[in-house]
């Protein structure tokens, strides 16, 4: 039996949703929040493709306590998913987050539970990730503190919570200085979080996200992330909402064998250089495939199909 609530996230995209229940019946979680975000309006794909998510709750066939939230309109993805974890967290203390294209394997949920309970009163820490972007050769210790949260699979506190701010409007800025010594001197990193920061401020790209990384980076806090990979993302895809395009690939999925918390939590500074190498390097990779597709759209408006 599986306690710890867990909220899952969908949209649009039935076929994922559904799956996502079928994997958490390898566990069967007693305590699960479902939230829908509603069809963009006049559009009636949308509204056949939330209807169907909907439906595919009905696939949840253990003994649970099941809370939905269905929204009637759009919220977009920014709203939708930070309004959703603000509805848990009314009810709730901690909660492991699930968007419908995020595929978690046992050791996730095992990560997670343990963490947030060890954790609980370590105001230091703000999430618990299941995503590791990179894995070192030889390593013992099955976790880490990291200053960068991962999102794929993640799990949080509503002590946590309490410091997240959707519109980013009463948080001072954080200056350049800051952001160059949070990445390390990596110059390309720390100007594009400065960029997202300030869109996000102007309110010129709808998402979540960065405003837990810009609340995590202000209060100065840490995240908990396994040294192995315990999900994967399925969702890169024309109908995803921002990964459209392929990352840079993750290591594959672990299970965690003999997890525990005893030992001391600790920043490894191999891991932090490997995750802004990677994180530049998929800068770079979706920078080349926006590019590509922007040619290819170009090429096929000036070239006439027979």
């Given at each position: 039996?599986?306690?710890?609530?867990?909220?899952?996230?969908?949209?649009?995209?039935?076929?994922?949703?559904?799956?996502l229940?079928?994997?958490?019946r390898d566990?069967?979680p007693?305590?699960?929040?479902i939230a829908?975000d509603?069809?963009?309006?006049?559009?009636?794909?949308?509204?056949?493709n939330?209807?169907?998510?909907?439906s595919?709750i009905?696939?949840i066939d253990?003994?649970?306590?099941?809370?939905?939230?269905?929204?009637?309109s759009?919220?977009g993805?920014g709203?939708?998913?930070?309004?959703?974890i603000?509805?848990?967290?009314?009810?709730?203390?901690?909660v492991?987050?699930?968007e419908?294209d995020?595929?978690?394997n046992k050791?996730?949920?095992?990560f997670?539970?343990k963490?947030?309970?060890h954790?609980e009163?370590d105001?230091r820490?703000m999430t618990?990730g299941?995503?590791s972007?990179?894995?070192?050769?030889?390593q013992?210790?099955?976790?880490?503190?990291s200053m960068?949260p991962?999102?794929?699979?993640?799990?949080?506190?509503?002590r946590?919570?309490?410091?997240?701010?959707f519109?980013?409007?009463?948080l001072?800025?954080?200056?350049?200085?800051?952001?160059?010594?949070?990445y390390g001197?990596n110059f390309?990193?720390?100007f594009?979080c400065?960029?997202?920061?300030?869109?996000m401020r102007?309110?010129?790209?709808?998402?979540?996200?960065y405003?837990?990384l810009?609340?995590?980076f202000f209060?100065n806090k840490?995240?908990?992330l396994p040294?192995?990979?315990?999900?994967k993302?399925?969702?890169f895809?024309s109908?995803?909402?921002h990964?459209?395009?392929?990352?840079?690939?993750?290591?594959?999925?672990?299970?965690?064998v003999d997890?525990?918390?005893k030992?001391h939590?600790?920043?490894s500074n191999?891991?932090?250089k490997l995750?802004r190498r990677?994180?530049q390097?998929?800068?770079?990779?979706?920078?080349?495939?926006?590019i590509?597709?922007?040619i290819?759209?170009l090429v096929k408006?000036?070239?006439?199909?027979?």
């Amino acid at each position: 039996m599986f306690d710890t609530p867990i909220l899952v996230l969908g949209f649009n995209r039935p076929d994922l949703f559904a799956d996502l229940l079928e994997n958490l019946r390898d566990i069967s979680p007693t305590n699960i929040y479902i939230a829908v975000d509603g069809p963009r309006e006049g559009n009636k794909e949308d509204a056949a493709n939330v209807e169907e998510t909907i439906s595919s709750i009905e696939l949840i066939d253990w003994s649970c306590n099941i809370k939905i939230l269905k929204r009637n309109s759009n919220l977009g993805c920014g709203r939708a998913v930070s309004s959703a974890i603000s509805w848990v967290m009314e009810t709730e203390s901690k909660v492991i987050i699930l968007e419908d294209d995020i595929r978690p394997n046992k050791s996730f949920f095992e990560f997670c539970s343990k963490a947030l309970t060890h954790f609980e009163d370590d105001e230091r820490i703000m999430t618990i990730g299941g995503h590791s972007l990179i894995e070192l050769p030889n390593q013992t210790d099955k976790f880490r503190l990291s200053m960068y949260p991962e999102i794929w699979g993640w799990a949080t506190w509503k002590r946590s919570w309490e410091h997240y701010e959707f519109s980013l409007q009463n948080l001072p800025k954080i200056n350049f200085r800051k952001l160059l010594s949070i990445y390390g001197g990596n110059f390309v990193l720390a100007f594009q979080c400065s960029m997202n920061f300030r869109k996000m401020r102007s309110h010129m790209i709808d998402t979540w996200d960065y405003q837990l990384l810009y609340s995590s980076f202000f209060h100065n806090k840490f995240h908990v992330l396994p040294n192995m990979n315990l999900t994967k993302n399925v969702g890169f895809n024309s109908q995803a909402t921002h990964t459209k395009y392929l990352p840079v690939p993750s290591p594959a999925r672990k299970e965690i064998v003999d997890l525990n918390f005893k030992n001391h939590a600790y920043i490894s500074n191999d891991y932090e250089k490997l995750t802004r190498r990677h994180l530049q390097h998929q800068i770079f990779t979706s920078l080349k495939s926006h590019i590509i597709q922007r040619i290819k759209a170009l090429v096929k408006r000036r070239i006439p199909i027979k």
